[in-house]
């Protein structure tokens, strides 16, 4: 069964970066689709972007001058970054797989890891 | 892009069948048949339980279904049990190439 693993500050400064890891284990990352979700403290669910496994990302529009996410296939392992980073953005931060169980990109996934809180604060 | 409506809450007795509704536009669930739906107990990270509107992964008891009208998806819960208390959210692909979630809905189950 595929694991994922989130890590990276707990704690990050207005106006600085948000940089997250997630680490895969027990399958390898070339064939799907990485997403980052985020969910506030108390809130919803909010889809921040993937990278697809021919290295293309999409990207929330609401975020989309501000996020960057990378697939590392050799250390088996996903990246967000995030910056200029607000109060706004603290949230659990989740990385998902897009194992394609349907359509790539469309938003089933399928294999979520734990979260890890991120909390923006001076 | 907005996110998808759902109500704030439902709520339901052990044994009964309650449904979650989940209204978008033409421009997400009125185009695509690409409509999730989570569970998400508290703490703990969502679960898949249905894909493409109606269809189940595996591993997803039959109690949970999903279907679509319009702009309006819909998941229904039959039999519920106590363990379906969660926030359960739906997603939709929409025009902008992109996923968009439904601002959830807390079931309780009384």
């Known amino acids: 069964q595929v694991h994922l693993q989130e890590s990276g500050p707990g704690l990050v400064k207005p106006s600085e970066t948000l940089s997250l890891i997630c680490s895969v284990s027990r399958a390898p990352v070339s064939p799907y689709f990485w997403n980052w979700i985020r969910q506030p403290p108390g809130k919803g669910l909010e889809w921040l972007g993937y990278m697809s496994n021919r290295g293309s990302t999409n990207y929330n529009p609401s975020l989309k001058s501000r996020v960057a996410i990378s697939v590392d296939a050799s250390n088996n392992q996903v990246s967000l970054k995030l910056t200029s980073v607000t109060a706004a953005d603290t949230a659990v931060y989740f990385c998902?797989?897009?194992?394609?169980?349907?359509?790539f990109g469309v938003g089933a996934f399928d294999y979520w890891g734990q979260g890890i809180l991120v909390t923006v604060s001076s | 892009q907005s996110a998808l409506t759902q109500p704030a809450s439902v709520s339901g007795s052990p044994g009964q069948s309650i449904t979650i509704s989940c209204a978008g536009t033409?421009?997400?669930?009125?185009?695509?048949?690409?409509v999730s739906w989570y569970q998400q107990h508290p703490g703990k990270a969502p679960k898949l339980i249905i894909f493409d509107v109606s269809h189940r992964p595996s591993g997803v008891s039959d109690r949970f279904s999903g279907s679509k009208s319009g702009n309006t998806a819909s998941l229904t819960i039959s039999g519920l049990q106590a363990e379906d208390e969660a926030d359960y959210y739906c997603?939709?692909?929409?025009?902008?190439?992109?996923?968009?979630f439904g601002g959830g809905t807390r079931l309780t189950v009384l």
């Open positions: 033409n421009s997400d669930i009125g185009t695509y048949i690409f």
């Open positions: 997603t939709s692909y929409t025009n902008n190439n992109t996923p968009v």
């Open positions: 998902a797989r897009d194992s394609g169980i349907t359509v």
